[in-house]
């Protein structure tokens, strides 16, 4: 049987939920968005979805013309559709949101976390087409990542695999939000970076234009543009961030040989002063046999509609 | 259709080539073994090794008894059927062993690394039964892995997947035998809990039955045989490397949050000396959502078929 023309995208994040309508070719036919805080309980949120979203169904002709429902949310369990313990949202122990949204619209509906929705965004629209195997790292607030063996996501025994954000870098290393030490998101997010110029600015004399700015105040992205306009502490800053991604991929690569490594998020703006470092540590690192194997790539979906055309292609993958 | 009876099983070592038939019960029925080396060239040694198989293919009723051959084999990569660049086996290149053996015994062969092979006989007869998502560890002159992720190998974009001896547990650690440095093996391994136990000597004064012995001689079994006696320096060396490998395990529960790790080999043959410091170093530092899931295990095809056995199970996935 063919399947029906689209599908919805639920892109849930701490601040904003947002929802497109999207069809096979990526395109988002209609979107919208409610505030994720502020609804009271969980019902009241999915019901303030649904509110939100009958208008752009009727739009495109009605509920039948919907194959199925995607959601990408933090914490968000593959297995169980429900959002588990996520210490950013307002809801508290095991929410069955996948369950709750198909009794309120009569569809299928999938969830994964965003990392993963990432990674089957840009295996049914993006960079990764046509790949079995590939390894979707974001860089944000923290590192999040998505595995893909054999051309589906890797779960795990439940449905929580795919925490390279996680991985132990450094043993004693930097204090994690996660409550262990040394992390690789704690050097390699927005925030680690942030850490890593605080660190490097307070232990040199080297004149930056870093400095300019309060040192608790620096962001990721001003040392972007500092690097951009040739800083070299800046510089150093990426060289440093890039060198543990691409030492951590180097030991990614052991574990699953992926074609290609795909970079998503707000750190892959500064482009090739990240890249760079990144492909130089790897090639450094990896084990003869992979060498020259995996391609770096940053994500094709970056812009706005990426983390709902993630969350979307959930969708298509109900049969 | 039913399948054949049984199943060949070659077990490729740098020293010995061990045959077995094997039923689905993981009987060995009938085996066989000749020497590795002294065959002259790739050729003359399939030839020897159809010579000795024919009078034990003959013992369970002939080759149409046979459903398929298994081949583990250090290098051996799944998808080209062939051994690749095997540093410690006599032909060099790329040998096509699968197809080889194919054409002179008219059936299906596979071939698979040696810790490849050990997973899908875990799978097949062992501890893992019935298991979807489980790491495999060899423990031996170096240290393999084989990773099974939705209940098939995780073989990657190349064949070569499942390298996690040489991820590298500590910058600018150890040398290791594949040239670069602080590789998992390098600790781990039996050579590495020699070589732990030279550097642990040397550095104290404490009394230990290892100072018996030359300090170029001590092999990790003598190890375990002082722990076992309950020599401290000896305990204190298994506990090192029991927690290298356990924050080791932890980093790759991140990965692919397995149900289970199954360590097999020599040095395992320490029991509780070894895998309890795995434990509580694997529970103390692995991200809070997988702690108490994964079990930490012994395989169950330990002794002497174990090798065969696994390259025979190799033989059940052909259809």
Redesign the interface.
């Known amino acids: 049987m063919e399947k029906k023309p689209y599908v919805i995208g639920l892109d849930l994040g701490g601040t904003n939920s947002v929802f497109g309508i999207v069809d096979a070719n990526a395109n988002v036919i209609a979107s919208t968005s409610i505030k994720t805080q502020g609804h009271g309980d969980i019902n009241q949120y999915v019901d303030a979805c649904v509110a939100a979203l009958r208008p752009i169904i009727e739009e495109v002709g009605g509920i039948d013309k919907i194959h199925a429902m995607g959601i990408g949310a933090p914490n968000g369990n593959y297995y169980s559709g429900a959002i588990e313990f996520a210490p950013n949202l307002p809801w508290k122990g095991q929410i069955p949101l996948a369950q709750m949204f198909h009794e309120r619209l009569g569809i299928p509906v999938r969830l994964t976390n965003d990392a993963n929705a990432a990674a089957i965004g840009e295996m049914q629209y993006g960079a990764a087409k046509g790949m079995?195997?590939f390894i979707m790292i974001t860089l944000g607030t923290g590192v999040g990542s998505g595995?893909v063996?054999?051309g589906?996501v890797?779960?795990?025994?439940?449905?929580?695999?795919?925490?390279?954000g996680?991985?132990?870098v450094e043993?004693e290393g930097r204090q994690c939000g996660?409550?262990?030490k040394g992390c690789l998101e704690t050097y390699c997010s927005a925030t680690g970076v942030a850490r890593t110029a605080r660190e490097i600015i307070q232990k040199t004399d080297k004149p930056t234009l870093l400095r300019d700015i309060p040192l608790d105040k620096i962001e990721s992205k001003d040392v972007a543009i500092a690097a951009g306009k040739g800083d070299e502490v800046a510089k150093q800053i990426f060289e440093e961030t890039g060198r543990i991604l691409g030492?951590a991929c180097?030991?990614?690569a052991?574990?699953?040989?992926?074609?290609a490594f795909i970079f998503f998020g707000g750190l892959t703006k500064a482009g090739d002063l990240i890249m760079e470092p990144i492909k130089r540590a790897y090639d450094a690192?990896v084990?003869?046999?992979?060498r020259g194997?995996?391609k770096m790539l940053v994500s094709e979906l970056d812009g706005a509609a990426a983390a709902v055309l993630g969350a979307s292609a959930l969708g298509w993958e109900v049969e």
């Open positions: 079995q195997n595995i063996v054999n589906t890797v779960y795990g025994c439940d449905g929580f695999a795919g925490e390279l996680h991985v132990i043993r996660c409550g262990r030492e180097a030991n990614f052991a574990f699953s040989s992926p074609e690192t084990l003869q046999i992979f194997k995996a």
